[in-house]
């Protein structure tokens, strides 16, 4: 539809959305912004749209509106605003001005919200030193943790544009220099084994291609490091686990935001595992008591 918009309708509309309202019954959406009813209609005749529903839009004020739903996140030790919040900002605590666009990862959504929980708690504990975040979007993960812990972090994504904008939000949160930006779809660039292995690793992406990485990132993480993942639902979280635990990766911690899991993993380091496995029984008791402790697993 918006192919047929763009090459058979003469007057732009000043802007079109496509959404898909029903996934089962394949059913899309499009609503097309124009600048005046005659317009509207003269749309309508050529593309032979009889049943579409013409609508004025009503005189609000769009902008406050849609500023006013990104509303600054707190989330652990971080605080994430847009440039149109900066004087929210408060004593304590790292604040990050992250204004939507063209990336994804303004900290709305629970899975950049349980990563950033994941590292919150993870820096309670240790300083990591050497940290990758595969699929960046706006840069939010990566520049959490480089800020946190005033060192340098990996940043990639599949999409050029999000790297662009990572390093731009690099730049205004006044770390650019600790920011490498690099597009590279999944682990293909010899800048990941270049760098490894790295001691703090996000990827918030989703469940296909996280199940496709559980190799690679495997790979790439130190003993003890910390792997957190996110992007995936509850219905996809056995599987995911399952995949990860095949290359030796064990769950610290669960976080779920309504239907999303954020899971933090991690790789035992070589000598634990040798004696661990000299008395087979005992390292299964263990792990099978860590899995069902206290504190392991939450919901907020
Ligand atoms: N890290 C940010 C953005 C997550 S959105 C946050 O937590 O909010 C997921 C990002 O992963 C998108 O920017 C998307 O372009 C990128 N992505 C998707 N598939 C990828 C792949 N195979 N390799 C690298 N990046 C990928």
């Known amino acids: 539809m918006m192919e047929r918009i763009e090459e058979r309708f003469a007057l732009d509309p000043i802007a079109v959305t496509i959404n898909e309202t029903d996934e089962a019954l ?141 390093m731009l939000n690099a730049v205004r949160n006044n770390a650019g220099p600790l920011f490498s930006g690099v597009t590279a779809p999944g682990l293909h660039h010899a800048v990941f084994r270049a760098h490894a292995p790295y001691d703090l690793i996000f990827a918030n992406i989703l469940a296909r291609p996280l199940a496709h990485l559980a190799q690679g990132l495997a790979g790439l993480l130190a003993p003890h490091g910390a792997l957190i993942l996110s992007g995936f639902t509850l219905d996809q979280e056995r599987w995911i686990r399952a995949c990860y635990r095949a290359h030796g990766l064990h769950p610290t911690r669960i976080i779920h935001f309504g239907n999303w899991v954020t899971l933090v993993l991690t790789k035992p380091s070589r000598q634990r595992k040798t004696r661990l496995f000299k008395n087979k029984r005992a390292y299964e008791t263990k792990a099978a008591a860590t899995a069902r402790g206290p504190g392991w697993e939450f919901d907020i």
């Open 26 to 166: 394949a059913l899309w959406e499009t609503v097309a912004w124009f600048a005046d009813e005659a317009e509207t209609e003269m749309a309508r005749i050529e593309l032979g749209l009889a049943r579409a529903v013409i609508a004025p839009v009503p005189q609000r004020d769009w902008v406050r509106e849609s500023l006013a739903g990104l509303s600054p996140v707190t989330a652990g030790r971080f605080f994430l605003h847009g440039s149109h919040d900066r004087e929210l900002r408060h004593a304590g605590g790292i604040a990050l001005e992250i204004d939507a666009g063209t990336a994804f990862g303004t900290g709305h959504h629970g899975t950049t919200t349980g990563c950033l929980l994941a590292l919150d708690e993870i820096l309670k504990r240790r300083r990591p030193r050497n940290m990758l975040d595969l699929g960046t979007g706006t840069g939010v993960l990566g520049l959490a943790a480089a800020i946190a812990v005033k060192r340098a972090v990996l940043a990639t994504d599949i999409d050029a544009e999000a790297v662009r904008v990572a």
